[in-house]
């Protein structure tokens, strides 16, 4: 019989269960640079890339603003940014903006479309301002003896969001400041500050603020921030819809390009459903998928008309071949790929049911299904939601029960009053007891129901400031159809000798603190094909040389650290006699490679193990070296030892 889901496909595309690429995909992106240009933000210092050369916050946040736009002329064209500089004396010139935007903030680039044009611009100003540490304070002057109110810039914000931002976009702000108290002492300014801030949230924005913080002046976000930007926290006290999403980005100046690109792509909710914790008891959550792979963008198909080039779309067309014409979609039927052929002798009657809801399938013929039919088997007649079925201790999950990656879920307070405090409380007593939930859970209507284990999470802070959010972990757990047995067979053991020899150079190259951090090495064919595609987009000349592959093995380091003990652990193993002891398989008609290639038979020449290999060994070496093949095992191993001197 075949998988189950070989005949239970009405979409391919609608097969995968836990994300649904399209709506990533129609979804535009709106990210909105609102950077500071106080005196400190423009006092020049080193640059750690450049010699003899200045550069300043101000430099390295615009510098940011722009690779991170670079970056998305490949893998978001349809997304929108747009720049705002505050605490400058210079003024917006735009018509349709000069009444809205508030004094002392300017808008450099408004929100439009990423375009190659306005991002080249802005690599002119930075080169310039390279060659003139001086040019971005006469270009934007900085304001002297005060600071523009914040509850001003977030209305500036809102305005420049107002005009140029798609309705149906995600819409965020990247504020950037190494200011901590822009207002000591003005509670009127705080409230006005939260208040405007609120207005902004409300519109569907959110703020990604990146605090810069240097060892002269660190960032106290305690100061001012904290009670204007309020973290989205699960407590008991805290019944605000949230402002700011999971943490407050405090970074050293260089480590700010990398923690922007960290925040770039915009936190979307796979499925919003239920939570149905028991009769009559349901909560509102949202999930989020942690990891998605990235792959290279579609191409297109494009048709020359000669004086242009127009883009040629596809469609998908069923057609009765008996009579050349298009069929209705919504008329087709499903059947599974086993059964009988049709008997043309039965009747075309489908056995009717009158009004019953079964339909009786004539003998000889295949049982069709409908669409709505299809659906009702994959999702069992469930709605989409997640129903609480117990509660198991952590050892019960196991390793290999990982079948899919997890979905981290959230509650929405939106669609049912009151969910942050249940899902807060579900949450804390399921740590404090270490237990984990077993569900039940549909998260699409197109989707399968599957059991999860929902392994419960409490908020941490790591290294650098980033905060690990509280929440549940939703895991897939296998059926018992997708468990298999491994096989297991007796293998030889090296001998404690060799394992120590093994451990001296393991020891020498184990990774930093023990771990791999994924969020520290792209994938080098994707950022390969990127970096290919944004050289042609500026028209700039590609440099495969100067391309780096942070995978790539530091092979010189390696052969520094453990290259000698890593000699002497393999011709320790050669003259062990169990790494060329060949096990001997029973039940298989097979015949085991035995053969060895010219590397192997050197070695073993080195170190006078010639006598180790077997006479059909040593054969199949002379003869693919057209040397005689005739004699007793010592002549053959002299006839070998004298072909490897020569040669």
């Known amino acids: 019989m075949p998988p189950f889901d070989d005949w239970n496909i009405i979409d391919e595309e609608e097969e995968e269960e836990l994300q649904d690429a399209a709506f990533f995909e ?88 990423i375009s190659a044009p306005a991002i080249q611009e802005l690599i002119q100003l930075l080169d310039a301002a390279r060659e003139d540490p001086d040019l971005l304070k006469s270009t934007f002057p900085p304001l002297t003896g005060k600071k523009m109110p914040m509850g001003d810039v977030f209305t500036s914000c809102n305005w420049v969001l107002r005009d140029g931002a798609p309705k149906t976009a995600t819409k965020r ?54 009670s204007v930007l309020l973290p989205n926290v699960l407590n008991d006290e805290d019944e605000d819809t949230g402002v700011l999403p999971e943490s407050i980005s405090i970074t050293r100046i260089d480590d700010l390009l990398s923690q922007m690109r960290f925040h770039e792509v915009p936190k979307r909710a796979i499925f919003s459903i239920p939570f149905q914790l028991a009769d009559g008891f349901v ?22 008309l000669g004086d242009r080039m127009e883009v ?24 599974m790929a086993l059964g009988a052929a049709p008997v043309e002798s039965a009747s075309d ?29 994959r999702t069992l007649d469930l709605e989409p939601g997640i129903k609480l079925l117990g509660f198991k201790d952590p050892e019960e999950l196991a390793f290999e029960d990982n079948v899919k990656h997890s ?16 899902f807060a409380a579900l949450l804390k007593k399921m740590i404090e007891k270490k237990k984990i939930g077993l569900v ?23 290294e650098g400031g980033w905060n690990e959010p509280a929440g549940f972990h939703l895991i897939p757990l296998p059926f018992a159809d997708d468990i298999r047995a491994a096989p297991l067979e007796t293998a030889f053991r090296a001998p404690d000798e060799l394992k120590d020899a093994a451990r001296v150079w393991i020891d020498k190259l184990c990774v930093k603190d023990g771990t791999y951090p994924p969020d520290s090495y792209p994938n080098p064919a994707l950022a390969y094909h990127n970096a290919q595609l944004q050289a042609s987009a500026f028209r700039e000349e590609f440099d495969p040389e100067a391309f780096e592959d942070l995978t790539r093995p530091k092979y010189d380091m390696i052969h520094k650290r453990a290259g000698n003990l890593m000699k002497e652990w393999k011709r320790a193993l050669l003259t062990d006699e169990s790494a060329n002891v060949v096990p001997v398989t029973t039940g298989s008609k097979r015949k085991a490679d035995v053969s060895v290639d010219e590397a192997e038979i050197r070695s073993k020449h080195e170190v006078g193990a010639l006598a180790k290999l077997r006479v059909d060994q040593l054969k199949d070496f002379l003869k693919s070296k057209s040397q005689p093949v005739s004699g007793k095992k010592a002549e053959l191993i002299e006839r070998v030892a004298d072909w490897l001197d020569a040669h």
């Open 26 to 113: 129609g979804k535009r992106d709106v990210i909105l640079f609102c950077i500071d240009c106080s005196e400190s933000m423009h006092e020049l210092r080193d640059d750690p890339n450049y010699e003899d050369v200045k550069t300043s916050h101000l430099l390295t946040a615009l510098e940011a603003a722009m690779q991170i736009q670079k970056k998305k002329v490949i893998v978001g064209p349809n997304d929108s940014v747009g720049i705002v500089l505050f605490n400058t004396t210079r003024s917006s010139e735009t018509k349709n903006h000069a009444t809205e935007i508030k004094k002392n903030s300017f808008v450099y680039q408004p929100i439009t479309l």
């Open 173 to 226: 702000v990247f504020l950037i400041t190494d200011d901590d108290n822009p207002h000591p002492g003005s509670k009127q300014l705080v409230t006005s500050a939260r208040t405007t801030l609120l207005d902004l949230t409300q519109s569907g924005v959110q703020i990604e603020p990146f605090f810069i913080a240097t060892p002269e002046k660190p960032f106290e976000p305690s100061k001012f921030y904290s």
């Open 283 to 304: 909560i509102s959550i949202k999930g989020y998928g942690l990891v998605t792979e990235q792959k290279k963008g579609t191409y297109k198909y494009f048709v020359d």
């Open 312 to 335: 040629a779309n596809s469609r998908t067309v069923y057609v009765d071949e008996d009579q050349q014409a298009e069929v209705d979609k919504t008329k087709m039927v499903y059947g």
């Open 349 to 377: 009657d489908e056995g009717e049911g009158g009004d019953t809801v079964c339909r009786v399938v004539p003998s000889g013929k295949r049982p069709f299904y409908t669409a709505d039919e299809i659906m009702s088997f």
């Open 407 to 422: 979905v981290f879920i959230y509650p929405d307070e939106l669609k049912y009053s009151g969910s942050k405090r249940t």
């Open 440 to 462: 039940l859970a549909l998260t699409r209507r197109n989707a399968a129901p599957v059991f999860c284990a929902m392994l419960p999470q409490a908020e941490s802070t790591e």
